[in-house]
């Protein structure tokens, strides 16, 4: 996500809470931390599926108020929940299949090192207390119970949620339900506790508390950054799982535009202005030969683009920035706008598309920023050569898409391991929005995309963001037959 | 290791790496990069096999080399070298065991999302060109060809070596049998590069280069933060894998002390001794009830470190801080020293014992940092609950140990949790010197012990810290086939 301004746009603001109220939050987790770290399965999967299930049966208020607060629409939102009870469901099963726990147990070898050494049994322990921070545009999959707690409870860490501001009473209404479930599920007090309030103050004194272990965060650039000055200033560093920010480039190789250029036009339109491109993965830059068909395919794509309905953005922030960004990029000297629909004053905003030649991208770094909402940019290069140079530019991207690599030749190969390396998942059909729950995604990537780009905040190998290794060398029988079970 | 100063202690001092010959040797690593990270299995066992095989080959030579410039001793030194070439073929077989390139296939599930989704191919690629800063304490297997080296290579990463100012010699020497190895097994120019220097500049030069894409590092903590403070800095981090520093506590619990103390004795007074405490897993602090046994147990430790031999340290600047450590502490007026040697003005360090309470401990800061040599401190405890302080206090650790676990009782899992909390890897018999190459094996911990907790720089996990998983989402068959194989 692009910066932000964190405004509140609704009067049941969150209460800011005081450095006294999250000290008690982060005491409650640390006081339920043991229990939760030595936690078996059977714990873990029962409140991993609690929490999915009274998610869903208050389906319907809590879409009513994620809708007030967010402007999503229900479709969307229902949609959400469901990803939501999905993956809480999906680490519950990922905990009983018992991969994050597995260990690695090297039998001792007799004899003089290197090769004799004693036994050494590999464990997976949790973290500790992780400090959660939600996303504005995800008020269910990135929020309370979102992906980021679900992984971080399933690894056996207890969670301190920071509310976003922009969903308040939504945030309420699930951490309410959520203390009721996690009673029914029977786990610790302080499993989850949650801390709330717009200004910069509270995350800095969560991040700073001695007793955080971790910190998982998807927001603004200048935010995420903010947070990770803090985290390197503690005495002890934790480490910083940060998403922020990305533009997802699209690379239309000629044969993919000749093939299907009308079809993907469409699609493209659709993805950049899809919820109002409020995406982590929302596409923001087209990568395309500068010839005929791309020009053919830059009008298409305009063309659909003005003829996309959007809602509201998710707050007057938001609104202002996406407004400002545009702005900017379409005086640019360099900038060709090619949709026409103009700004207007109410919330909806209007996509826009202009197009750049090479030289002008790789040297304004201004228009390689990322402007959260249905924005996009094309590059036209004139050669495989500048279309790796304008990669390298971007540097680090969620995703990035190849259009057109079906065919195993020398200069496909090269423009894949260009996407390759700048990305944490490259996709080769359709677009970047939506992002699958599955034990082989990876939403990372080389920063900014992510601060640890060797690791994923979405799909089943989030979890392992909250477990850290350690070797038990020689470890008593009774130590020895726990296993893959934590102390 | 404690904070030393980089002196020369030898005429045979290695050049100051100007700016433009850094940059020489980066360019030359990103030339190597594309033909590296996509060779596959036969190409890089090739290389490190060769390696090993040369250093063995020159073994008598570099040895010799090696005890000038470091003092270690032959005994020491030979089984360094035959560790280095151990680790260089063990992860020549890992690379073959392809463990680390095993792919996660998610076959497409037809449908709606979350449910429904495309194929994605999940798969590791090799980060980039990476720094690797030579330690002093290791002038084989944490040097030019050590450990870091022989993962990042394993691993598809060209490595830029900063070769360490306290072997220079050595490390030429070891460069040269390196790059003829290199051009025997085929690998391409650039694979391996080396540039030194004893100042600060060349080191923030190497990490400040936009293609370095990693940076793996062994040294003191004051060293080891300024790289991580130029890192933070750079437009785009990179990861840090710093490896800055740990005390190694032991703690005795009273069954040990009555079945073995004498043993005990000799045994933790060797390690304390052994290469004049010049070890990141140097035991620094021994943890013990306050209680006859105790008392006991001291005066048998202080005599054997008494009775100890040492050869000279690794540099006047190692040995000058160690002086200045001991001298602190054993002027500080909570501690009380047991051993009877007194500092001389030779190159020789006298092994020291000083006793404390808790309160002072945990009180004075000071009293916890790391002297890096033949120095030990034993903190006496009243209950496990001061035990645990103790340990808090302490934070993070490359190692715990714990003497007389063998019980599975409440307090002992509860002394053992609070091992497993801050540290890497927690023994149960033996002492902390000494690290096993093996699959299991885990040289990290929290901070400071490592930048990087949930990685480790010795074994066979380390390859992982220089992969980076990347999602295929829908690959055309040509890419999907080559699975593990990077592009």
Redesign the interface.
Same mark, same amino acid.
């Given at each position: 996500m692009s910066d932000i301004t964190m405004t509140q746009h609704t009067s049941q603001a969150l209460q800011e809470s005081t450095p006294a109220q999250i000290d008690a939050a982060v005491r409650a987790a640390v006081e339920a931390n043991?229990q939760w770290a030595?936690s078996g399965a059977a714990a873990r999967c029962a409140l991993l599926r609690e929490l999915a299930t009274a998610l869903e049966a208050e389906r319907e208020r809590l879409v009513a108020v994620a809708n007030e607060e967010s402007f999503l629409g229900a479709a969307r939102l229902n +949609?959400e929940l469901?990803?939501t009870a999905?993956?809480l469901r999906a680490f519950a099963d990922a905990v009983e299949g018992g991969e994050a726990f597995a260990?690695?147990?090297?039998a001792a070898v007799p004899g003089a090192?290197?090769?004799g050494?004693?036994r050494?049994?590999?464990v997976n322990?949790p973290l +500790?207390p992780v400090a959660m921070f939600s996303a504005s545009n995800f008020p269910f999959a990135f929020s309370v119970l979102g992906g980021d707690t679900a992984s971080a409870l399933a690894a056996g860490c207890p969670v301190v949620v920071k509310a976003h501001p922009a969903h308040p009473q939504l945030s309420n209404a699930v951490f309410e339900l959520a203390l009721a479930a996690a009673k029914r599920a029977g786990a610790p007090d302080g499993v989850l506790t949650m801390v709330s309030g717009a200004s910069r103050e509270v995350g800095v004194h969560l991040v700073r508390h001695p007793d955080i272990a971790a910190v998982a965060f998807t927001g603004s650039y200048v935010g995420g950054m903010a947070l990770?000055?803090e985290i390197?200033a503690r005495p002890?560093?934790?480490?910083f799982f940060g998403e922020l920010g990305s533009i997802n480039p699209i690379i239309a190789l000629p044969s993919a535009l000749e093939a299907q250029g009308i079809e993907l036009a469409k699609t493209l339109a659709a993805s950049i202005a899809q919820g109002c491109g409020q995406f982590c993965t929302s596409p923001g830059v087209l990568i395309a030969y500068d010839n005929a068909g791309t020009d053919a395919f830059i009008g298409q794509l305009a063309a659909a683009m003005d003829s996309q309905n959007t809602h509201a953005m998710l707050s007057p922030g938001i609104r202002n920035a996406f407004d400002e960004g545009v702005a900017r990029l379409n005086r640019h000297p360099a900038a060709k706008r090619v949709t026409t629909g103009e700004q207007s004053a109410d919330r909806h905003p209007v996509p826009n598309l202009v197009t750049l030649d090479t030289e002008a991208f790789l040297r304004d770094h201004a228009l390689r920023e990322e402007i959260f909402g249905p924005s996009c940019v094309v590059v036209r290069v004139k050669s495989s050569g500048q279309l790796l140079q304008v990669l390298a530019a971007i540097?680090?991207s969620l995703t990035v898409t190849v259009w057109g690599?079906?065919?195993?030749d020398a200069e496909t190969?090269r423009v894949?391991?260009g996407a390759?390396?700048i990305?944490?998942?490259?996709?080769?059909?359709?677009v970047p929005t939506?992002v699958?729950?599955?034990?082989?995604?990876?939403h990372?990537?080389?920063?900014?995309s992510s601060?640890?780009?060797?690791t994923?905040s979405v +799909?089943l190998?989030a979890m392992?963001r909250f477990?850290?290794?350690?070797?038990?060398?020689?470890?008593?029988?009774?130590?020895a037959e726990r296993s893959g079970t934590?102390?």
């Open positions: 043991d030595s +949609g469901d990803r999905f993956q260990v690695i147990d090297d090192p290197p090769a050494h004693p050494l049994l590999r322990v +500790g990770q000055k390197n002890r560093p934790i480490p540097g680090g690599a079906d065919r195993n190969q894949v391991r390759v390396k990305a944490g998942r490259v996709l080769f059909a359709g939506g699958a729950v599955t034990r082989a995604q990876h990372g990537g080389p920063f900014p601060t640890q780009p060797q994923t +799909g190998m392992h477990l850290r290794p350690v070797a038990l060398q020689e470890p008593p029988a009774w130590l934590p102390l």
